[in-house]
């Protein structure tokens, strides 16, 4: 655009907006640079906070006007760089659009705006005995229009699912500016699963302005074990021979040497500190079949030589023990002054072999690796720990995220499990898919989005997006407003003043 089309479209767009709910001042635009994948920054030209649909709506028909790309965002958590804002560009952020709109306990479901977070919705439905299962780490401060964009996952996704199999139906206000309602309230819908469809997207058909999730009924009985092994392969092949038991269990977790330590750092969550690796099971369910299948889980756990075994007495202690698993990611922010997430996925039956490469891989590029990982399914995440003040050290830990990557591809797994492939990851797509699927997966994009406004450059290699710097150029002279900072490190929420919006396995 022109200067005087800036101008026209930042004036059009102020006449929506009531004072405090725009924002053009650098200084309140820096807040929104990046997410919790801190190595990608970019600056909008306005972000805006809308509190309705109509507003959204209005801003979208603006955009599609100008031609002015927009991002949609929530808290900022995502890890893939999603929520990256478009120079010349806007940000929608959907924080003030926090209501729960309807919670009905009869239907086991409730109706939200993008803006509400993950845990205020099992807060709400508590009184009736009811929760919301997804459970990403970051759940404190991720919001539902992040979850739906991303398909979050979290640490109970190995017997629940993740987000798409608790998305009932959504209210979407496409790039084009039309609203449109897929889905219903039951799982059982007429037509394609369109709800299947939108969730996972990230942001690239539209804006999310409501979303209805099913509720499900708080289990009789949890129990919940922690065993600790001297080392890491030995907490891997307990895994493996608590699914030969025939087991499911509600989440298998298991943190290394490295987590071990920077969650006692954090949050002292009793963890051995001796150990090469502690392995969290939780089951779940009725209270007869939890009880017959915790002898068998015990008898597994005691054949696997372990070095200690810690029940949890009560629901106080059990939240002590998830509470140092859920703060793994930011608490290595106490042993590391800088850190990379990184999610990949791998078959479960090669878990063993791709931890031994992470591990050859760390040594090859002279870094240390903090393994924290949903062992049920496979999906690994990997904290790389660098000197963020080095950018030969910046660079090295992206070369290692990387080469992880590849070693996912190359033992049968996928490029992300939960955290979305956004800037971070879109080079890796053709290695995943051939042309023709990619090029499905554009037209599928098109047909929502026929002007590719809504989180352009996301995902796919070779699409325009964001002009931004990883830290190896900003060591050559990038511009302030794309220079990077350590990834990982907690960012102040501006929606909520005092919250950080910093990593956590969820998403914007």
Same mark, same amino acid.
């Given at each position: ?42 600056? @909008? ?7 309705? *649909? ?13 031609? &002015? ?17 478009? $120079? ?6 959907? =924080? ?76 979407? &206000? ?7 309602? &897929? ?35 708080? $289990? ?14 030995? +907490? ?12 499911? @269990? ?45 002898? *068998?889980?015990?008898? &597994? ?77 496979? =999906? ?54 051939? @042309? ?35 830290? @190896? ?27 950080? +919006? ?7």
């Amino acid at each position: 655009m022109t200067q005087g089309q800036t101008e026209a479209f930042l004036a059009a767009l102020g006449r929506l907006y009531p004072p405090g709910s725009m924002h053009t001042d650098p200084a309140q635009l820096a807040a929104y640079e990046c997410d919790g994948l801190t190595v990608f920054r970019a600056r @909008p030209l306005a972000v805006v906070l809308p509190t309705a *649909r109509e507003q959204v709506e209005a801003t979208v028909r603006l955009c599609r006007q100008f031609g &002015v790309p927009f991002v949609a965002r929530g808290s900022g958590t995502s890890l893939s760089g999603g929520s990256v804002p478009v $120079p010349g560009g806007i940000v929608i952020a959907l =924080n003030r659009m926090n209501r729960i709109l309807r919670l009905d306990p009869g239907d086991r479901l409730a109706v939200v705006e993008p803006g509400v977070v993950n845990l205020q919705i099992s807060r709400a439905a508590a009184p009736y005995g009811l929760y919301y299962a997804p459970d990403p780490s970051s759940q404190v401060i991720c919001t539902i229009g992040g979850n739906v964009s991303f398909n979050s996952g979290g640490a109970h996704c190995l017997k629940y699912g993740m987000t798409a199999n608790h998305v009932l139906g959504m209210k979407v &206000v496409l790039a084009t500016g039309e609203t449109v309602e &897929v889905g219903g309230t039951s799982l059982d819908v007429a037509g394609p699963d369109l709800p299947g469809l939108f969730t996972g997207a990230e942001g690239q058909f539209g804006v999310v302005v409501e979303v209805t999730v099913r509720l499900l009924p708080r $289990p009789e009985a949890v129990r919940t074990v922690l065993a600790a092994y001297p080392r890491l392969d030995q +907490a891997g092949d307990a895994v493996s021979a608590v699914v030969a038991a025939g087991l499911l @269990p509600a989440a298998m977790e298991i943190m290394d040497r490295l987590a071990i330590e920077a969650a006692e750092a954090a949050v002292g969550a009793g963890y051995p500190r001796d150990a090469g690796a502690v392995l969290i099971v939780e089951l779940d369910g009725p209270t007869d079949e939890v009880e017959a299948d915790f002898r *068998r889980l015990m008898e &597994v756990i005691e054949a696997s030589g372990p070095t200690a075994i810690r029940l949890a007495r009560d629901e106080a202690e059990r939240l002590r023990l998830w509470k140092g698993r859920k703060s793994a990611f930011s608490a290595v922010g106490h042993i590391s002054l800088g850190y990379l997430v990184q999610d990949g996925v791998v078959p479960r039956t090669r878990l063993g072999e791709a931890l031994a490469r992470i591990e050859a891989l760390a040594a090859r590029h002279g870094l240390r690796v903090a393994n924290v990982f949903h062992a049920g399914d496979g =999906n690994l995440h990997p904290l790389i720990l660098f000197d963020d003040r080095s950018p030969e050290t910046v660079e090295r830990a992206e070369e290692l995220a990387a080469a992880i990557i590849e070693a996912c591809i190359e033992l049968g797994g996928s490029i992300t499990g939960e955290h979305g492939v956004g800037l971070e990851k879109r080079r890796f797509l053709p290695r995943m898919f051939d @042309p023709a699927t990619l090029d499905l997966m554009r037209r599928i994009r098109r047909t929502f989005d026929p002007d590719q406004l809504a989180n352009p450059g996301k995902v796919f290699p070779d699409e325009p997006g964001p002009a931004v710097a990883t830290a @190896p150029a900003a060591a050559t002279g990038t511009t302030p407003a794309a220079r990077p900072a350590a990834a990982g490190h907690p960012l102040p929420d501006p929606a909520r003043p005092g919250v950080l +919006a910093g990593p956590g396995g969820g998403a914007p």
